[in-house]
């Protein structure tokens, strides 16, 4: 084994390598871009609103990513091209979570800026190419030089502004939080000892003051959003889905979106609402975290330990 130069080489304009075969380098090879354990499901896929998809993949979670090579540096049309293919096939597959990546030769400081401003609003990863020579052959490396955010959840947010019923009743209607009441009841042994609490923008569940919205209600004027988090389970959508709910699986917030239109809607799935709701406290580790919340002592001695041996 022995060290070796290789030269830098250009793909804009180059007589041997193209989009195209960089394209099916990367469809046959997806681990080269560093987004985890991709899966390739097109290429060049024709949009509706004209042009064509460079690649779309997908992950573990059915996660969408839809890809677009630029040889060279990035410009303007190269952006915009982008977030117009991401838009429009999250539009048209809404049930999953899309993410636009674009890759580069050369990613500018001046568009790193752009990107960064979109990357507020707009799922983005920026990768930036290299082609390096040795002998006859090319080799490729991808660098991540912009990452998409990650967003929290204001369900998880116990500083949100507090409300009270009469908030509720008048944004939705009385008819509608006795639902509310009805399944809150009915879901007691399930739930556990908490009790629910008003927000601005939904109605969660808290213990001691503290939330913990492993499920809570979005209340509307004519049927309620039921949502329940835990890693998704095939079997109970299918079982949802067949009994003539509504209902989806949210793989960016790990959460179910049930709609409920009455009472009966959700007395026909309990068993199954209940048990995703015994899956969500498993996926919270609810009683862990409410014992280490109260417990100044062991908080304490995790954080000697984690200053002792940097867990």
């Not at 991401?86 to 809404?94: A, F, L, V």
């Not at 580790?285 to 000697?304: C, D, G, Y």
Request: charge should be negative; include cysteine.
């Amino acid at each position: 084994m022995q060290l070796i130069n290789m030269e830098r080489v250009q793909l804009k304009n180059n007589k041997d390598i193209n989009e195209s075969v960089i394209q099916d380098f990367i469809f046959n090879n997806p681990s080269v871009l560093g987004l985890g354990d991709l899966e390739p499901i097109q290429r060049e896929k024709v949009q509706p609103t004209g042009g064509r998809l460079d690649l779309l993949f997908k992950d573990d979670s059915d996660n969408r990513y839809e890809i677009e090579i630029q040889l060279g540096a990035t410009d303007p049309s190269h952006i915009i091209r982008t977030i117009e293919y991401w838009d429009t096939e999250k539009k048209r597959y809404p049930s999953y979570d899309h993410c636009a990546v674009i890759i580069a030769e050369e990613i500018t400081g001046r568009f790193m800026n752009v990107i960064s401003l979109f990357n507020g609003s707009i799922p983005l990863i920026a990768i930036q190419m290299s082609a390096w020579k040795s002998g006859d052959d090319i080799s490729l490396t991808f660098t991540k030089v912009l990452d998409r955010l990650t967003f929290g959840n204001d369900e998880d947010d116990n500083n949100l502004v507090v409300t009270d019923r009469n908030y509720w009743e008048n944004k939705s209607t009385s008819k509608i939080m006795k639902i509310v009441d009805d399944i809150y009841q009915d879901l007691k042994e399930a739930i556990g000892d908490y009790n629910l609490k008003y927000n601005k923008f939904y109605v969660g569940l808290a213990k001691d003051g503290m939330a913990k919205n492993f499920m809570y209600f979005k209340p509307k004027k004519s049927f309620i959003s039921l949502r329940i988090k835990g890693n998704k389970d095939e079997k109970l959508l299918f079982d949802l889905d067949n009994s003539g709910v509504e209902c989806d699986y949210d793989n960016r917030s790990n959460q179910y979106r049930i709609k409920l239109n009455s009472f009966n809607d959700y007395k026909g799935n309990r068993e199954t609402i209940e048990q995703l709701i015994k899956n969500a406290r498993d996926f919270y580790n609810v009683e862990w975290l409410w014992f280490l919340e109260h417990n100044q002592e062991l908080k304490i001695l995790l954080h000697m330990c984690y200053n002792d041996y940097k867990w």
